[in-house]
């Protein structure tokens, strides 16, 4: 089965700064891979997904993920930090056109002014 | 309107309670999912459905029942609740045959729990 691993429940980073969470996964297919966001008191948002397709993925917010099958590793990042980004963020794995998504524990990005 | 709305938000119950907890999509989405959140251990699928007809069991179903009325409504049934069943729990949609077919919408959550 599919599994995602977040390093690191906790980041903190200086508004403006550059905000890297990392994400490695593990797939016996080609993966499908997800990054989620979720404010307070809220449900999930999609940040952005790779579908096989361009290795570099832009989403939404200024986040982009690069997916490396040599390292098995979908990070997300953002050069700059806002505020706003304060969150907690989730990555997540499926195979191709199978819904048993598999999430990972998340990180939590605290953003300081 | 939210496209996905979970009812209600908030419950407290007793160990040994029935609860149902109820989720309604205007997406027109065949596909429905409950997942549960705890702190440490991110999301994990409890129960799936790709249709009316199709149910399917997740990673972590044991304690749990689902019933699909109709292609809007997907509820989650605990028959008998224990302490351990204390979580947040998110009910989400797909569209398999839509432009974005590998996306999951979700809802705002129902926090549980159970004393």
Redesign the interface.
């Known amino acids: 089965a599919q599994s995602v691993t ?1 390093l690191g ?1 906790h980041v903190s980073v200086s508004e403006g700064a550059l905000v890297l969470l990392r994400c490695n996964y593990s797939s016996s297919v080609p993966p ?1 891979l ?1 990054w ?1 966001v979720q404010y307070p ?6 940040l952005l ?1 790779y ?1 096989s397709a361009a290795t570099l993925v832009k989403g939404i917010n200024g986040f982009e993920a690069e997916f490396k099958k040599s390292e098995t590793s979908f990070h997300l990042t953002k050069p700059s930090a806002h505020m706003r980004d304060a969150a907690e963020y ?1 990555c ?1 794995v ?1 195979p191709y ?1 199978n ?8 990180t939590r990005l605290t953003v300081k002014p | 309107d939210a496209d996905v709305t979970q009812t209600p938000r908030n419950r407290i119950t007793k160990t040994g309670k029935r609860i149902m907890l109820e989720c309604s999509q205007t997406k027109g989405h065949d596909r429905m999912y409950w997942y549960r959140q705890d702190p440490g251990l991110g999301l994990r699928l409890i129960y799936y459905s790709f249709d009316v007809k199709d149910i399917n069991k997740g990673e972590i179903s044991d304690g749990y029942s689902v019933s699909r009325q109709a292609q809007a409504k997907f509820s989650l049934s605990l028959e008998s609740a224990i302490p351990n069943q204390t979580a947040l729990y998110f009910c989400a949609t797909s569209d398999p045959m839509g432009t974005d077919p590998d996306t999951q919408y979700f809802g705002p959550g129902t926090r549980l729990t159970v004393l």
Not at chain 1, 99 to 106: H, I, K, P, S, V
């Open positions: 977040q429940s499908y997800f989620y008191n809220q449900g999930l948002q999609l997904k579908t989730f997540a499926t056109n819904n048993d998504m598999r999430f990972g524990a998340g």
